[in-house]
Nanobody
């Protein structure tokens, strides 16, 4: 059974930065794709970024150039570095392990303008 635990969310002013972490247990992430999604208040969940088993990264257009997804296979952890945050980045951020359709509980990110 896969478990994902996100951390690192919080309140930040526009233009600031946050680094989210997602610690996985139950399965190794090292040879698998991982992703981050988010859900803004009153909106549907949306995909944010993915990292492949080979380390290739892809991003949704709204965050491209500001967010960076990375992984530390030794720590079985995926990260999302978020810079130049905007108020529209506010929401709950979820780590996902697509192979097992596993989702974390989410971490709240609030960007004040």
């Amino acid at each position: 059974q896969v478990q994902l635990v996100e951390s690192g969310g919080g309140l930040v002013q526009a233009g600031g930065s946050l680094r989210l972490a997602c610690a996985a247990s139950g399965r190794a992430i090292g040879v698998n794709n991982m992703a981050w999604h988010r859900q803004a208040p009153g909106k549907q969940r949306e995909w944010v970024a993915s990292i492949t088993n080979r380390g290739m990264t892809i991003y949704a257009e709204p965050v491209r150039g500001r967010f960076t997804i990375s992984r530390d296979n030794a720590k079985n952890t995926v990260y999302l570095q978020m810079n130049s945050l905007k108020s529209e980045d506010t929401g709950v951020y979820y780590c996902t392990f697509p192979l097992y359709d596993a989702w974390g509980q989410g971490t709240q990110v609030t960007v004040s303008s």
